[in-house]
C-alpha cells in the first residue's frame, strides 16, 4: 500500500458529498459531447442483428446469446434486463469486442454508425488471436474504444487499483488513447470530476477514501473522458443502497442527455430502468423475451417473464405491494429447455409452449414480445396486461 497522509473520509463525510445535488454545468457538458451527425448516414448509431454468442467449455458449449437484434439511435437510451446469467454482459463485450478466448459469435452482425464491426466467427477469440484478420480487428477496435464505444464494467468500482490515486488512473486511461500531454490529461480529468459532482480537492484521494456513489461517478466520468457517443453500463449502480442508486441513475439520465450519448444500461432490476430507459430489452437465456418502447411495455406487459421481473421488484415511488419471485431457476445455457426457454417456469405455459419456440410478435407500435400468447396478453385477456 502507499503511504496515504490525506484525511481518511469517514461515513459521514460521506454522506455530505453525496447527498449534494448536482447540476451539470452545461457550457462543461457541451466540451464532452460528441455529436457527429456527418459521420454517417442515417440516425441509428448500433444495430445487433440477430447476434449470437456461444462459449466453449468441456462438454459443450454455452449458448449465451441467442439471435438477439436491436438498435439505438444518437442519444437513445437502452435498458437491458433480466436475471443473472442471461446473458446481458456477453451481449456488452460482444458490442466491444471483449469476449474472452472461449467465447464467440455464432451467427449475426454488428454494425456501428453504418459500419459493420463484427459478424459471425469460424472459432473461438482464443483460436484466432494471431491471426492476419484479428490483428486487422485489434486495430480498428482500438480506434472504437473509449473515443466510440465505451463501458463502466460490472463490479468496476471495486476493482480500482488501491495503491493508486483515482484521478491517476483516470489520467492513465486518457493518456492510454489519445495522443495528448499528461497537463492536459490531468485538466481534462478535472473538468470530468466537476462534470460528474466530485470536487476538485478530492480528486487525488486513494479509491478507499471515496464512498461508494463517489468511486461510481469516478468510474462514470473515466468513461466519459474521451467523448464517446455509446456508454455501456454494466450494472452501475448495484453495489449501492437504494436512494444512491436512484440518484446516480438521475445523474446518469441528465448526463447523458446533456452529452447526447446513447446508452445502455444493464441492470438485473427492471424498476431502475423505468425512469431511465426510452426503450428496454427483457433477456431471459440468451434471447429477448419482450423488446421496445419502455412506456408501452410497462404499460401493457405482453410476456410472463417481463410481469414476473415486474412483481419480483420493489418501485420506490409506487405503491406498497407484495413482491413475488419466479419460481424456479434460469436453465443450463449448455442444454436449454425445448420450446420456450422460460416454459418450465411459466404460469401460463401450454402443450405448444414445450415444443416450439415463439418467434417475437409485434403487438404495438415498436413493442414485440416472444410469446404464444403475446397478443392476448397485450388486450389482456390473458393475464393482467401492465399488472
Ligand atoms: N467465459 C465463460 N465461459 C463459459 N461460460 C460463460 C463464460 N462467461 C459467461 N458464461 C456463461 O454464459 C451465460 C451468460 O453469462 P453472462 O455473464 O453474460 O450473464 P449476465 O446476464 O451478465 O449475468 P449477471 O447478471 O450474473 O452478471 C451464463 O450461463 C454464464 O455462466
Ligand atoms: S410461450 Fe408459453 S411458456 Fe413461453 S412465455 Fe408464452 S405462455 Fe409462457
Ligand atoms: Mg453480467
Known amino acids: ?176 488513447h489519445e495522443d495528448i500531454s499528461y497537463q492536459e490529461a490531468r485538466e481534462r480529468t478535472e473538468k470530468l470530476f466537476k462534470l460528474v459532482g466530485i470536487e476538485k480537492s478530492r480528486m487525488d484521494g486513494f479509491p ?44 446518469v439520465r441528465d448526463l447523458q442527455k446533456a452529452l447526447n450519448i446513447a446508452t445502455i444500461l444493464i441492470t438485473h432490476d427492471i424498476s431502475v430502468v423505468a425512469e431511465t430507459a426510452e426503450k428496454i430489452a427483457v433477456m431471459y437465456a440468451g434471447v429477448f423475451m419482450e423488446y421496445g418502447d419502455i412506456v408501452s411495455i410497462f404499460e401493457n406487459t405482453s410476456n410472463p417473464y417481463t410481469q414476473g421481473l415486474k412483481e419480483g421488484f420493489p418501485n420506490i415511488r409506487g405503491e406498497k405491494g407484495t413482491l413475488k419471485s419466479i419460481p424456479g431457476s434460469p436453465p443450463d445455457l449448455v442444454h436449454p429447455p425445448r420450446g420456450c426457454k422460460f416454459h418450465p417456469r411459466c404460469k401460463y405455459a401450454k402443450a405448444e409452449c414445450m415444443e416450439s419456440e415463439p418467434e417475437m410478435i409485434l403487438v404495438d407500435e415498436n413493442h414485440w414480445s416472444r410469446c404464444h400468447f403475446a397478443k392476448d396478453l397485450y388486450s389482456g385477456k390473458l393475464g393482467q396486461g401492465g399488472q
Not at 466540451?31 to 442515417?42: L, N, P, S
Not at 459469435?105 to 482464443?126: D, L, N, R
Not at 461510481?216 to 442508486?245: F, G, K, N, W
Open 208 to 251: 478507499h477514501e471515496f464512498s461508494g456513489g463517489m468511486k461510481q461517478r469516478a468510474m462514470i466520468a473515466m468513461a466519459l473522458a474521451c467523448s464517446p457517443s455509446l456508454i455501456i453500463m454494466d450494472e452501475p449502480t448495484t453495489a449501492l443502497d437504494v436512494i444512491m442508486q436512484d440518484k446516480i441513475l438521475a445523474e
Open 1 to 176: 500500500m502507499g503511504i496515504i497522509d490525506e484525511d481518511i473520509i469517514t461515513d459521514e463525510e460521506a454522506t455530505v458529498t453525496e447527498t449534494q445535488e448536482i447540476e451539470i454545468d452545461m457550457n462543461l457538458a457541451k466540451e464532452f459531447a460528441k455529436i457527429k451527425k456527418d459521420d454517417f448516414e442515417g440516425d441509428k448509431i448500433l444495430e445487433l442483428k440477430d447476434i449470437q454468442v456461444r462459449y466453449e467449455v468441456h462438454g459443450g458449449e454455452v449458448k449465451a446469446v441467442e439471435g438477439i437484434t436491436f438498435d439505438l439511435k444518437e442519444g437513445e437510451t437502452m435498458g437491458l434486463v433480466g436475471e443473472s446469467g442471461c446473458g446481458k454482459t456477453t451481449a456488452a463485450f460482444t458490442i466491444n469486442h471483449l469476449l474472452p478466448e472461449n467465447g464467440y459469435i455464432a451467427g449475426g452482425e454488428i454494425w456501428y454508425k453504418g459500419k459493420k464491426i463484427a459478424e459471425e466467427e469460424s472459432a473461438p477469440v482464443g483460436f484466432l488471436s494471431r491471426s492476419k484478420e484479428a490483428k486487422a480487428k485489434r486495430e480498428m477496435i482500438n480506434k472504437l474504444r473509449w473515443k466510440e464505444i465505451s463501458m463502466v464494467f460490472q463490479g468496476a468500482m471495486n476493482a480500482m487499483n488501491p495503491v493508486h490515486k483515482v484521478s491517476e488512473q483516470i489520467i492513465e486511461a486518457i493518456l492510454q
